[in-house]
Structures are given as structure tokens and as C-alpha cells.
């Protein structure tokens, strides 16, 4: 146990944001933390979520049209725990020089980095137009996260332009900083169902076409796709299956149905569209597939 550690401003800022365990919690310890700084703070919830958004030196009589506004994106929700924590997810603990935490890499300690570079920057926080973006629904469906503060920021013509925007995502590969991306692939969600028929798995002669089996063939079409190729910032185009679920509650008995889901993330060179009619062209052959969504 290392505990007695002194940390550095980033590290501290790390471990308390950790000990945040709602975006709640977390926005209302940075508001007066941000606004310490001379930040303007607002926190926002849109359908339950709570998001925090902060500007300095934004203001339509210091923005000249000459200076560049940088932009930080990041997010203070985290996954769930899950399972088979050494010490509490939420404690930010110091292990062994490891500070443990849920969402210590993705993404509380890439806030905890770029607020505590500001805190030390005098000259980028003194003259610099800057606009912080924390949302509280980065791992969900995001609804109420940047999309609806962006939205409501235009209804008062405030939603500023950007020149640069940083985003505080864990991109490293093998050290510390020795990877940062230009830019975030497309993400696609798929969730399906296959509907067919249940029958007992020892009665040959009812030829039940099982939907579990379908669902392994469809997927793999899909999986094996060869898509167009993209280029080296974003790498090729990549499906991953997130869910399967075809459990027919018995050890003999055909499942009616099968449940999947997967996700697609892809680069500049494929669009969403593409990608959707290549795999509702691939359905079209499997007759038991129904979409949820
Ligand atoms: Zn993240």
C-alpha cells in the first residue's frame, strides 16, 4: 500500500472526482471548482441528465474574431462497476502507485488532466476563449447529454463556434500519451430479434429451423463483411457483437426466439447509411429477423 503518496494537483483531482458517483455529485463539486477558476458554470439536465458547461473569456465583447476558441469534451458518468474490485469502485483508492477507481481511465482522470493543466496555465486561462463541455450521459443514449445543451445554447444564440476541440477519451496504446487521435469514429448500435418456432430438441422429424443457429449464421455474415477501406486515422471499419441472448430456460428445448445486439464503429470514408442498408440487405435474407430498434 502506497497511501502515503503525495499527489500531484491532477491526481488529486482524479481521486475526488472518483469518489463522485453520480454526474450529480460531480457537477456540483465543479461548479465552484470551475468557477474559482473565473469560469462561468451553468449545470444543465435534460431528461434527468445532469450536464455542466463553462466558459471563460467567451463573451461577445472579449471574443475578437481573430482568437482561436478552444473546446474540451469529456463526460462525468461512468459503466457500471460490475464485479471483483480490490477496494471500493468509488473510494479512489492509492494501491500498489495505482489509484483504483470506476472510470479513472475513461474518463474522470482526462477531466481531472485538463482542469488541473488550466488551473496551472495562467496564460490560456487568463486570455484564451474556452468552453467546457461535461457531460453526465456519455456511456448511454446521450439525449440529455452535449446534443440538448448544444440545442438549448442555440436557443439563446450563445452555442459558441470552436476552432479546437480537445476531448479527454483514453487513447493511449502502450504508454502514457504515446497515442492521440484526430477525431472519433461513427458509432452504430444495433439491436435485433429472431422470431421462430420452439420445439424439443430431440424431434427430428418436426425440422424446426432453431433461431439461435440462424442467429450465429447472420451474424457472422456480418461480422465478415469486408468494408470499404478507411483510412490510417481511423482505422477499418469494425463490428463487435455486445449481447446475444437465445436461452430457451431449457437443457432440450429449441428457443422461439433470439435476441442479439452489436456495434459498428467506422471512419470518414463509410456513412452510417452504408452501413445500415448493407445489413438490412443481409436481413433480408434471414426471414425470422425482426428489429427492435
Ligand atoms: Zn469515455
Known sequence: MTNSLRLTPAQSLTQTLLQKKTPEETALFLKPWLDSLGFETQIL???NVTNV????????STQRPSQKVLGFLGHSDVVPAGEGWSA?????????GFLLGRGAVDMKGGLACFFAALAENKAVLDNFPLALFISGDEEGTAEGGIPAVLQELEKTS????????????PTSRLTLGDYVKMGCRGSLNIRFCLTGTSGHVAALGQKIENVATIMIHFLHELA??????????FGPTNLEITTLDADSHATNVIPAQARGGFNIRFGT???AEQILA?????????PHVSWFF
Do not use: H, M
Request: charged share 20%; glycine share 4%.
Open 45 to 47: 439536465t435534460f431528461q
Open 53 to 60: 458547461y463553462a466558459t471563460k473569456n467567451l463573451s461577445p
Open 88 to 96: 471500493d469502485p468509488f473510494s479512489g483508492a492509492l494501491q500498489d
Open 158 to 169: 450563445s452555442r459558441p463556434t470552436f476552432d479546437f476541440i480537445l476531448i479527454g477519451e
Open 224 to 233: 465478415s463483411f469486408a468494408w470499404p477501406p478507411e483510412d490510417e486515422i
Open 269 to 271: 470514408k463509410t456513412s
Open 278 to 286: 448493407k445489413i438490412e440487405s443481409v436481413a433480408a435474407s434471414y
